[in-house]
């Protein structure tokens, strides 16, 4: 069997090129929430949203004002869109979605015993895999949340001209709540993978250096 890297250097340069990628693009989102925070037409908020009116502190917003929010927001976008366009055909093209990629058939076992021993029920297992299948729902969970963020971006770009990917939000509504609640979905996976590097270092190390080959 051929060695090859635990990270190859497309796989790393795509996720590097994303830490930048999503911290403008958090920041803009945040200031264009700062126009309207509120969920739910004008006159008729959704009174069930808790975070009805909460402003986002000014040191975690970028843009400075609406129409600049909104212009870094949607250049970058297509940024952070072919970024994750070239991390998909690179794993497409190379197999490498194989060992990335959550398989239920073959990652439901490994993602129970990985959850498990963090739950303190049991020791870690090591099945000398690249990922366990927690990491692996975690990350795969990533993509889609990303492609929900894309989609769900696209109809608010353009309510109108994508009428009809609107709708399958339930209106422009439902896409901002759709939009907003992937950010924070993405903003909590980005806190746990930051503390899963803290608590496993190598991880960090691979991925600057790419690893040692192995089989």
């Not at 990629?101 to 498990?116: E, Q």
Request: positive net charge; charged residues 15%; glycine residues 10%.
């Amino acid at each position: 069997m051929a060695l090859r890297r635990p990270q190859p250097w497309p796989v790393r340069l795509t996720h590097w090129l994303n830490v930048p990628l999503l911290l403008i693009m958090v920041g803009s989102g945040l200031q264009i929430l700062v126009a309207y925070p509120y969920q739910g037409p004008r006159g008729e908020i959704w009174e069930w949203f808790p975070f009805q009116g909460v402003v986002p502190p000014e040191w975690m917003r970028l843009g400075s004002w609406l129409a600049g929010a909104r212009h870094v927001h949607f250049a970058f976008m297509w940024l952070f869109a072919a970024n994750g366009l070239v991390y998909l055909a690179y794993l497409a093209l190379s197999g490498e979605w194989r060992r990335r990629a959550f398989l239920a058939r073959r990652d439901l076992a490994s993602l129970a015993r990985t959850v498990a021993s963090y739950a303190r029920l049991r020791a870690m297992p090591t099945d000398g895999e690249l990922y366990n299948g927690l990491q692996r729902f975690a990350y795969t969970g990533a993509i889609a949340l990303a492609l929900l963020e894309l989609l769900s971006g696209l109809a608010l770009y353009k309510p109108v001209q994508l009428h009809g990917l609107t709708r399958l939000f339930g209106g422009y509504d439902g896409a901002r709540l759709a939009h907003l609640l992937g950010m924070a979905l993405l903003l909590f996976f980005l806190a746990g993978h930051v503390t899963m590097v803290l608590l496993h270092p190598r991880s960090l190390a691979e991925m600057v250096t790419g690893g040692r080959p192995r089989e």
